[in-house]
């Protein structure tokens, strides 16, 4: 049976809570409607986290962030509620949500949403985080 749409993200034991380390995703396919116009928005989102007890499944993600592909939504508003979403499921040390929303207008948007556990630190691997280089992310590039 094919795989359909869901709100249901899913979660897994961390393998090794003791130890800081980064999770990165690259999340190049998601969609929703624009709310005023009814039009199609797409986003690519780069996802870095630093798990505590648990982190996300993966084909939940993926069913999870198809199923907003007929929802209507601001680009912030939705970016936040992902970064939410993720955040209440796994409570990550750290996590970072970078949402690249494709031009329309002639404008692109791109939102940044931070998230430390409260006391957290560990800056010598913030430090190691991946840099962003949009320019290998935009469509025809």
């Not at 912030?76 to 494709?102: F, Q, S, V």
Request: one cysteine or more; proline letters at 9%; glycine letters at 6%.
């Amino acid at each position: 049976m094919p795989s359909q749409p869901s709100r249901e993200l899913e979660r897994f034991s961390n393998p090794h809570p003791e130890r800081d380390y980064v999770v990165h995703m690259d999340l190049p396919e998601f969609t929703c409607l624009c709310p005023l116009t009814g039009q199609p928005d797409f986003a690519h989102f780069m996802l870095d986290f630093i798990p505590d007890q648990h982190n996300v499944e993966l084909k939940s993600l993926k069913l999870y962030l198809w199923s907003f592909r007929d929802e209507g939504a601001f680009h912030e508003a939705m970016t936040n509620r992902i970064a939410d979403d993720l955040i209440g499921l796994i409570n990550p040390r750290y996590l970072r949500l970078l949402g690249r929303w494709y031009v329309r207008g002639g404008i692109t948007t791109d939102v940044l949403i931070e998230h430390r556990q409260p006391g957290w630190q560990n800056p010598d691997i913030l430090g190691q985080l991946p840099t962003v280089r949009w320019a290998q992310h935009q469509p025809g590039h």
